[in-house]
């Protein structure tokens, strides 16, 4: 007669699972024995990726190939980019805030509409249209590689990760709206395509990169 093992069966894999997670809490506990606001972490976060966004603009600048006279009629798109930026940062790092989650994904629906209207026919350029999305992926790794590190210190979630990414990709958006003349099919192509394998990337990599923390 076999004897019964309380540790066998769905009790017993619930109990080695709050083991674990106890583990878990503890050691990040020890690192970090005072716990940090989220605020801090996203303020952090937005500022650096914003810094980031400012010198792409200054270095393209300086090699002309951002041209800061296309502001004047890119404004509305670049303004809801930076909306994006803001917005995509706080809702990927705050608990909780579903609402803000929300209009973060529709400031980013608003913005890829935005910048493709107004480019019916666009420029001709002697660059393949692959230039774009290389460089517009480019730039955006950086902002990606600061959003990842953020969000290893909350426990990610699909929504979190794809905004967080959003947030990134906006950085080479901004820098193909100053830089790029061409019309909606490129833009829809090779730059939002770009950007939307930017957020998949967050993603992706936000799931095979293990979290800091248990917290939500």
């Not at 989650?101 to 660059?127: D, E, F, K, N, Y």
């Not at 909606?184 to 939002?192: A, D």
Request: charged content about 10%; proline content about 5%.
């Amino acid at each position: 007669m076999t004897e019964h093992n309380p540790m066998d069966g769905d009790a017993g894999r619930s109990s080695r699972a709050l083991l674990r997670a106890r583990a878990a809490a503890l050691a990040e506990l020890a690192r970090q024995p005072r716990a940090v606001p989220w605020w801090r972490d996203a303020l952090s976060a937005l500022l650096l990726i914003v810094a980031t966004t400012a010198m792409v603009m200054g270095i393209g600048a300086w090699l002309s190939i951002v041209e800061l006279d296309r502001l004047r009629g890119r404004w509305l798109p670049l303004l809801l980019l930076v909306a994006v930026q803001v917005v995509g940062v706080f809702a990927a790092i705050a608990p909780g805030k579903t609402l803000m989650r929300w209009s973060a994904a529709m400031l980013a629906v608003s913005a890829a509409v935005a910048i493709l209207v107004g480019r019916h026919g666009g420029a001709v350029s002697p660059l393949p249209g692959f230039a774009c999305s290389t460089s517009h992926v480019a730039v955006d790794l950086i902002p990606l590689a600061l959003v990842l590190f953020y969000l290893r210190k909350f426990s990610a979630t699909l929504g979190r990760s794809l905004l967080a990414g959003v947030a990134a990709a906006a950085t080479g958006a901004m820098a193909g709206e100053l830089s790029c003349g061409r019309g909606w099919s490129h833009v829809l192509v090779h730059h939002i395509g770009a950007g939307a394998a930017i957020a998949i990337a967050c993603v992706l990599l936000s799931r095979v990169l293990a979290p800091q923390t248990l917290a939500p």
